[in-house]
């Protein structure tokens, strides 16, 4: 079953802008990660929360887990055209799942102009 | 580069065509995924493998035949397929255990046809 959903779908920015996404999940969780994808590419690592932290950052990316509401964010800053693909968020199960099974997100659309 | 390889990039098939899809992985993981990704779906995870052992079948058809003979190396033997079985087919691979943290490292994927 679905795990993670992106929102919005997708999503059009000018260049310097800030782009947020969010993601929103079912059941608990051991870490949440964000991958980004290229159009046609395989996916990129970008970055993991544990289900015990609260906020994490990695240069011009801020990721947010709020546990209770079962949802994250995940902001760039400062965007760049080359930011331009498909974000993913994906959920890794928490009490009595699997410890090294992701389950993914539909994934949002960001196009940054430039 | 993300130290996972996959072969070929792109593969069009008839429906009683046999090919098989071969994934790579240079980074001393012990575990290895295929999931298949089509448009407008989430992706989707197809199988698993720790330390060379199927872990995982997400009720995927039997004309999908995976086989890891060894840590290093995965392959999805494919048969008799159906046009709804085109898509990107993604292999990835990640370190797994206690205290580990499972971050997945994937190949660039192969896209396949079924005509």
């Known amino acids: 079953s679905q795990q993670g959903e992106e929102d919005p779908q997708a999503l059009s920015i000018q260049e310097g802008e800030n782009a947020t996404m969010n993601c929103s999940y079912k059941t608990s969780i051991n870490n949440l990660q964000w991958y980004r994808q290229n159009s046609g590419r395989g996916l990129v690592h970008l970055i993991l929360?544990?289900?015990?932290?609260r906020e994490k950052h990695s240069g011009r990316l801020r990721v947010t887990l709020d546990t209770s509401k079962k949802s994250s964010s995940l902001l760039i800053t400062a965007s760049r055209a080359a930011d331009t693909a498909s974000y993913f968020c994906a959920t890794e199960g928490g009490s009595g799942g699997s410890n090294y099974k992701l389950t993914f997100g539909k994934g949002t659309l960001l196009t940054v102009n430039p | 580069e993300t130290g996972v390889t996959q072969t070929p990039r792109h593969l069009v098939m008839g429906m009683t065509n046999k090919k098989s899809l071969k994934c790579e992985q240079h980074l001393g993981h012990n575990a290895m995924y295929w999931y298949k990704q089509s448009a407008k779906k989430p992706l989707e995870l197809m199988f698993v493998?720790?330390?060379?052992?199927?872990?995982e079948n997400n009720s995927v058809p039997s004309r999908f035949s995976p086989e890891c003979p060894n840590s290093s190396h995965l392959f999805l033997h494919l048969h008799t397929l159906q046009p709804e079985d085109s898509a990107l087919y993604l292999c990835?691979?990640?370190?797994?255990?206690?205290?580990?943290?499972?971050?997945?490292?994937f190949g660039p994927g192969t896209r396949l046809t079924v005509l």
């Open positions: 493998y720790n330390f060379k052992e199927q872990t």
């Open positions: 929360i544990r289900s015990n932290e």
């Open positions: 990835a691979s990640s370190q797994v255990g206690v205290r580990v943290l499972n971050e997945q490292f």
